[in-house]
């Protein structure tokens, strides 16, 4: 089984600075990597997928980067909206799926 | 646009089997190109996938849960299904559906290549208490 482990935990930011999440997999995903924001009581959203491809509808401040083991989701400024949880995922393994534990953005 | 809403009991008790059904609007269940997916999120917790189908009713679960899941789907109805059997209060957890936009192609030299654009559309999710 391929573990992702996420970090922070959590991620003080104030509105306006920049963001960058981490995502580890246990072994080697290539770039089979997507990132999904939830916001409370919402459904996740997809943001990124193949590691740094946006979703459709996704801004440019949203950015993903990394392959192999070591992943990292770049949030270039954050808006009041941005303030949410964030997941990554695996499908390198597909069809067999995996999610990170999550980062919490959260404002400073 | 496609759109997915959760449907079913709320309340299981334990040692009975937990049924939610997913509907799809908007679009075809038949549409290749997406498989349809459950995923579950414990109270105050992250994302579990449990498992996914297509609509030819090929299916993939979780290795943790694959003795207890099933998935199956209704093409005339355009939904998909769970069924958890055995629950205990650990299956207690807020489960989605969602479409994974995933499938396969040959290339030019007959090689069979499997793309996944991720899980872009979700439903609302729906709470499930494990209780006697």
Redesign the interface.
């Known amino acids: 089984e391929i573990v992702m482990t996420q970090s922070p935990a959590t991620l003080s930011v104030s509105p306006g600075e920049r963001a960058t999440l981490s995502c580890r997999a246990s072994q080697s995903v290539s770039s089979n990597l997507a990132w999904y924001q939830q916001k409370p009581g919402q459904a996740p959203r997809l943001l990124i997928y193949g590691a740094s491809t946006r979703a459709t509808g996704i801004p440019a401040r949203f950015s993903g980067s990394g392959s192999g083991t070591e992943f990292t989701l770049t949030i270039s400024s954050l808006q009041s909206e941005d303030f949410a949880v964030y997941y990554c995922q695996q499908y390198n393994n597909w069809p067999v799926l995996t999610f990170g534990g999550g980062t919490k953005v959260e404002i400073k | 646009q496609v759109q997915l809403q959760e449907s079913g009991p709320g309340l299981v008790k334990p040692s009975q089997t937990l049924s939610l059904t997913c509907t799809v609007s908007g679009g075809s269940i038949s549409s290749g190109g997406y498989y349809w ?1 459950w995923i579950r999120q414990h109270p105050g917790k ?4 449990i498992g ?1 189908i297509y609509y030819s009713g090929s299916t ?1 679960y ?2 943790s849960l694959k003795s207890r899941v099933t998935i199956s789907v209704d093409t005339s109805k355009n939904q998909f299904s769970l069924k958890l059997s055995s629950v205990t209060a650990a299956d207690t957890a807020v489960y ?1 559906c ?1 479409r994974d936009r ?1 499938g396969d192609y040959y290339d030019s030299s007959g090689s069979s290549i ?1 793309y ?5 559309v ?4 729906t709470t499930v208490t494990v209780s006697s």
């Open positions: 997916s992250g994302l579990e996938w996914y993939y979780n290795p989605y969602a995933a499997y996944y654009y991720g899980m872009d979700w439903g609302q999710g």
